[in-house]
């Protein structure tokens, strides 16, 4: 079943069910254009930390991780040594991860020097042209887990120095930021969240046009 109906009478998708933390993010989050360089930044550092677990684990713990993380501001967390290191490997609260904690930390070193050739948002909304993706999916067996733009994608990151960044990784990452509507078409997100692209369209196309 790709949507289920809820208690107030809309239909959702449903993969968040109806866990209210979940459901707030499909609603509020999950599929709006993202265009912050720090909060996409934010988003593909903790799908690596997914990398393995379910998101309704990261996001029940994202208050934590920001907290950890300095707000997952990429000045800070390039600067992470052994000394916040050991801090983070006892830090309960987050996914205690050596791994992933020492692939943050490079994937932020790697946004610095990203941002000083172009913006980081610039650079991961080029590959869709800064127009989000719209799909029309109807059953969950139509989504894919990767695409040829997320590959793409995947690798001009790693070529940059990200880290936990395979095409799997940034394909839900695509998703979450926007970048594809990939809400089913009877969710009532879809036509808002193609809304909100319309108009960012929009924007792109005054911009270009100057």
Request: net charge positive.
């Amino acid at each position: 079943m790709s949507t289920i109906a809820h208690a107030d009478g809309h239909m959702r998708c449903s993969w968040p069910g109806t866990d209210p933390l979940y459901v707030a993010y499909h609603d509020t989050d999950w599929g709006v254009p993202e265009q912050d360089s720090r909060a996409l930044f934010e988003k593909l550092l903790l799908d690596g930390f997914q990398a393995g677990l379910s998101w309704i684990t990261i996001l029940r713990k994202r208050d934590n991780f920001r907290r950890a993380f300095d707000n997952f501001e990429p000045e800070r967390v390039a600067r992470y040594g052994d000394k916040k290191m050991a801090t983070l490997l006892q830090d309960a609260g987050i996914v205690r991860n050596r791994a992933k904690i020492e692939g943050a930390i490079l994937s932020a070193r790697a946004y610095l020097d990203l941002t000083q050739q172009q913006g980081f948002s610039d650079f991961i909304w080029g590959f869709v042209d800064g127009k989000p993706v719209q799909n029309a999916w109807r059953e969950r067996s139509e989504v894919p887990v990767e695409t040829e733009i997320s590959r793409r994608l995947s690798k001009a990151l790693a070529a940059k120095g990200f880290k936990f960044c395979g095409p799997t990784i940034v394909y839900a990452f695509m998703q979450a930021v926007g970048m594809v509507n990939d809400h089913y078409v009877d969710c009532c997100r879809h036509a808002e969240c193609a809304a909100l692209a319309a108009r960012m369209s929009q924007k792109t196309r005054r911009r270009k046009s100057k």
